[in-house]
């Protein structure tokens, strides 16, 4: 009852506040509206920035925001953005690459990912790396970084995604081949993904990738409170989820319940690694006996591993998902795509290390498709401080900034006229090599201190998957329109991607 009333209250809020805002924009032109937005205009234009305050607008884009935010972000001449949405605060939403070199290395002190970002998953979190700021991050980052820089853990993750590709994956696919069913590949790959971020980060084996059987509860409690904690952050009317996890109603309650799973798990895995390790007098090359080995306590690795998991998980299935699409639509870059594949390794043996670092076609397509279809669409930080933008923007203590993935891989200012078009060459110069690109340009993994620290993992698993599918199977499509991209915490195909295999000639 009380709950319902609250609801009612702020509700009545955002109602009256949309008509604030609607008004001035229906009943124009009139002399108020004028005069609004003359003083509008001497916030805005005095840094060129279109300021967007009206509801209306939000509203009737929702169903397709990221293309309306590229649109706002290519007519204005910075690529900046300013974005008033009630109860959040001022947010600056940027596509300009010296805007985000500013904002990820250079004065990245005073932009870190700040509360109102760390608290929406903090619950299913904690304190892993992924979701914390400061002396938390530095120790994780620096314990974390030397790991990943390791020869160990590059041949651990080869022989991870060997056993998985050719034990569980490829089987799969030969027997949808012989039956000519169809498999819903963006399935198979997240559930691959799954249990190859979990064999790395935690040594176990979730066996996720039986499409016999439903989820394991693992990952089906790690969807749900992935999703939830999403929802938090994409809520029409922000915060009221704090309110909802006070009163432990609703999804609040669901997602308490999915984390403890979580954690439950998790912590009777570190047991079980502790014990492993104690008899064997060392770990098996995954991150969690790594971490332990470093001297963690217990409630720091389980949160690092967690944020390993999240972060780990749905990436790679995305840019794979995306990627197979793509070619599916363009045959003659498939097949040399393929052609790639038979000439670093003609006899169908192991795929190695050296192998994959030599694909450098597959890398300028993996690029590409994450160009085109970022898996994390857009990043927040929260000034620490009043600041300036390189394009003179103003940020205020507690503005929220966002560089935008999706928006700066569409914009016609830093790919051409032919942005929207799958073309891989743009990524490779005269020798075939892959050209560096400024990372400010293209901040799919983030860039600067905090630059994704998988990237070169991903990297690993991704060309592993479609050197091995590709060079033994051909996917057709179920549907022949142009699939929906969803952005959540991580995006997705809707619908998934329904195709049929065929055994390549
Ligand atoms: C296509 C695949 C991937 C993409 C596009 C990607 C992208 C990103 C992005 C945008 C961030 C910054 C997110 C934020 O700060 O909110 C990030 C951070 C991170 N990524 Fe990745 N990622 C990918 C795969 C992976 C993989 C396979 C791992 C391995 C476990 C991984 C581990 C991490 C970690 C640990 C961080 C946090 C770094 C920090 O805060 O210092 N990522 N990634």
Redesign the pocket.
Known sequence: MIFSLLLSLITLGFLISSLKYSSSQLLYPNKLYIKLKKIASTFTTSYACPSITCLISFYKNRHRLLNWYTELLSQSAKQTIVVHRLGAPRTIVTANPDNVEYILKTNFANLP?GKP?TELLGDFLGLG??NVDGEM?SI??KL?SHEFCTKSLREFVVKVLEDEVENRLVPILENAAENGSVLDMQEVLRRFAFDT?CK??LGMDPFCLDLSQPPPPLAAAFDSASQISAMRGAAPIFAVWKLKRALNVGLEKDLKDEVKLVHGCVDEMIKTKKEMMGKNNGGEGDLLSRFLEAGLDNEMVRDMVI??LM??RD??S??VTWLFWLLTGHRRIEKQVVDEILAVNNDGGKLGFEDLKEMNFIKAC?CES?RLY???VW?SKHAAKDDILPDGTPVYRGNRVTYF?YGMGRMEALWGKDRLEFRPDRWLDENGMVKMVSPYKF????AG???????E??FI??KYVVASVLRRFELEPVRSEQPVFVPLLTAYMAGGFNVRIRRRG
């Open positions: 990912k970002f790396i992924f991050w994780q980052r974390a971020i790395v980060s944020s390993f972060a780990g990436t790679t995305a840019a993996l994450v970022p898996p994390v990043d993935q901040p799919v993994f983030q201190p905090r630059v994704c620290l998988g990237k993992m991903a698993q991704m």
